[in-house]
């Protein structure tokens, strides 16, 4: 808990970093100058084109540093474990679907898709129903946290699109579960 | 020349027997309640024909868990001329019927096929006929002639002619290819209705064997079609919010039941195929789905978890509460209705894994049918004699059929593909 409370304050003094880098970015013009960030203003950097739209770069070059790409964070956690034939959210489980619910709530421009799956057994279209019931108790923890109905998508893939292939307890339990996709 | 002729038909021969083989038929239980019957080598001049016409007449009668083929070494007679059967020596070894078969060349590409069916307890003639075919719609002439022997011998309308509905699954993680495939009753003779690179699930016959309606992920969620497999023309039927699943079609085939989850969570609906209106059959707040009717249209059997773990329920077709059928075990699912509403199979959760469980409804009697890990998807056939199911072997999935008191089962094992969740075809009207 001591580490979250730290990587949390970490996090937020590189926030207020960045938010000072792009700052003086906006100032530094549109010439590839790089401001305060250690390279001296005209060199000659090659940053490529200006599609950042995969170099992890926003339009304006800066890191782009959403918490819910923080390794630390519990938005980090995007799959959620459920027990045989339950839709149930774990205890475990709880705090970080609650998170994800903050961090929609405060994020109104956000959406995410809630996609519910369970293992092999039993049949299928029972599963196809159990999936989108793991998928709906996540959702209602999402809503109750402040997210927004028209922020939250839930689709059922029952036992059709397992994570791992596998009989074995271990490759079930990581089948059993609602990925949260952003 | 005539060497070269003679080795190919060995060869031939040699495949034929190797495919027949592939048919892997275990008798789980003693077989005392079948009745013995005999059937004698396929006399004729096309030896190939004579394989194929024995071999599937033989796979047929048996897996159906009526009868008893009886060992060639113990007939009294190896081959039988019309009328020439000596009764009493048959009666001797205790076999109760005797089928003895013709295959002659009846010119290029035809065949003639006789077949005589013998009652060796009332000690006459009670079938007999030929016919003339291509060769290449022999397995069909086999099928027919099947069914014949079934009905003469049982009372019951042989089922062996009509077809399964399954889907496969082959590629790997990369690049998956499933299909909805139509076969005939014993997995040959496999046809592609329709592909995706997405999920294919829950196929389910229309009354009239020629509509086929089942569940397809194509645009990344569940929607359901309904498909022609004459002419191949499709049409989606539904595609609500949320789950759009288990279709099956009344008996009447004016409605379909699916289950729809836009309402909250996953209920029974009643789609009318003409006007398209929705009416909600049930209505809870846990899993409502696999809806399956009585023959008669009056009930609609469907898994519900409405008592804390998955068991089947009846409503009527009209509404009303549900009442509860299964009480044994904490896991039931996918019922499946034999064609004299007597009786439901269904996947049952016990020690061994997940078998197919049958319920016999006015004893309110439970069996356990088969021992697999992992069966699933039981469809009666529309003569209630056999139920077929996937079941996993090797770490692949196959078909299987049990016959409907569990002593007989078969693996279809035809194709290298994955396949699942059969369907079998009505009856061809």
Request: overall charge negative; some cysteine; hydrophobic content about 35%.
């Amino acid at each position: 808990m001591i580490i979250r409370q730290v990587s949390v304050i970490f996090f937020l003094s590189l926030l207020l970093a960045i938010g000072g880098c792009s700052s003086n970015k906006t100032k530094g013009g549109e010439n590839g100058a790089m401001g305060s960030d250690g390279i001296e203003d005209g060199a000659p950097i090659d940053v490529g084109e200006d599609d950042y739209s995969s170099s992890g770069l926003d339009d304006d070059g800066s890191l782009i540093l959403d918490p819910l790409d923080d390794p630390a964070s519990d938005l980090f956690v995007r799959t959620i474990y459920f027990d045989y034939d339950s839709a149930n959210i774990r205890e475990d489980s709880l705090l970080i679907v609650r998170e994800h619910g903050k961090y929609l709530s405060s994020s109104p421009e956000r959406l995410v898709r809630l996609e519910g799956h369970a293992d092999e057994r039993g049949t299928r279209e029972y599963n196809l129903a159990l999936g989108e019931e793991r998928a709906k108790s996540v959702r209602e923890v999402l809503l109750l946290e402040g997210a927004q109905e028209e922020q939250v998508e839930i689709v059922s893939f029952g036992e059709e699109r397992p994570a791992v292939e596998g009989t074995d307890d271990a490759a079930l339990q990581l089948n059993r579960r609602v990925e949260v996709v952003y | 020349m005539k060497r070269i002729y003679k080795l190919l038909v060995l060869a031939i021969v040699l495949l034929s027997t190797n495919a027949y083989a592939l048919l892997e038929i275990e008798i789980t239980q003693g077989v005392e309640s079948a009745m013995p019957v005999a059937i004698t080598p396929v006399a004729g001049d096309v030896p190939i024909q004579a394989t194929l016409l024995e071999s599937v007449v033989f796979s047929d009668l048996h897996r159906s868990g009526y009868f008893s083929i009886i060992d060639k070494k113990n007939y009294p007679q190896q081959s039988v001329e019309l009328d020439q059967v000596d009764y009493p020596k048959w009666r001797n070894v205790g076999i109760e019927a005797l089928l003895t078969m013709k295959a002659t060349s009846a010119g290029e590409d035809k065949v003639r096929v006789q077949f005589e069916l013998y009652d060796l307890v009332r000690k006459n003639r009670v079938l007999g006929h030929s016919v003339t075919t291509n060769k290449n719609q022999l397995r069909k002439v086999a099928h027919k002639i099947s069914d014949l022997v079934f009905e003469k011998l049982t009372g019951i309308k042989g089922a062996f002619s009509t077809r399964i509905a399954y889907i496969s699954e082959a590629g790997s993680n990369k690049g998956k290819k499933y299909q909805l495939q139509i076969a005939d009753a014993d997995g040959y003779h496999p046809r592609t209705v329709f592909s995706s690179s997405k999920q294919l699930l829950s196929p389910a016959w229309a009354p009239d064997g020629r509509r086929l309606a089942y569940v397809s992920f194509e645009n990344d969620r569940t929607e359901i079609f309904v498909q022609d497999v004459t002419t191949g023309k499709r049409s989606k039927i539904s595609s609500e919010p949320g789950i759009n699943s288990a279709p099956a079609w009344s008996p009447d085939g004016a409605s379909i039941a699916l289950t729809l989850s836009f309402g909250g969570d996953p209920d029974i609906y009643i789609l009318d195929v003409e006007s398209r209106k929705l009416r909600k059959l049930t209505d809870h707040y846990g899993i409502d789905t696999e809806a399956a009717w009585s023959p008669d249209g009056r009930f609609v059997y469907f898994t519900s978890n409405r008592s804390g773990a998955p068991q089947i329920y009846r409503v009527s077709f009209g509404g009303g509460s549900p009442k509860r059928m299964t009480f044994e075990g904490n896991y039931n699912a996918a019922p499946s209705v034999s064609a004299d509403g007597n009786f439901i199979a269904m996947v049952h959760k016990n020690d061994a894994g997940y078998g197919i469980g049958l319920l016999d409804i006015e004893r309110n009697s439970f069996k356990l049918l088969t021992d697999g890990t992992l069966d699933e998807a039981p469809s009666f056939a529309p003569n209630g004699s056999m139920i077929i199911y996937s079941t996993r072997h090797n770490n692949s999935t196959v078909l299987s059929a049990v016959s409907s008191d569990g002593r007989v089962r078969q693996r279809l094992r035809l194709q290298k593909e994955k396949v699942r969740e059969p369907s079998w075809s009505p009856f061809r009207r």
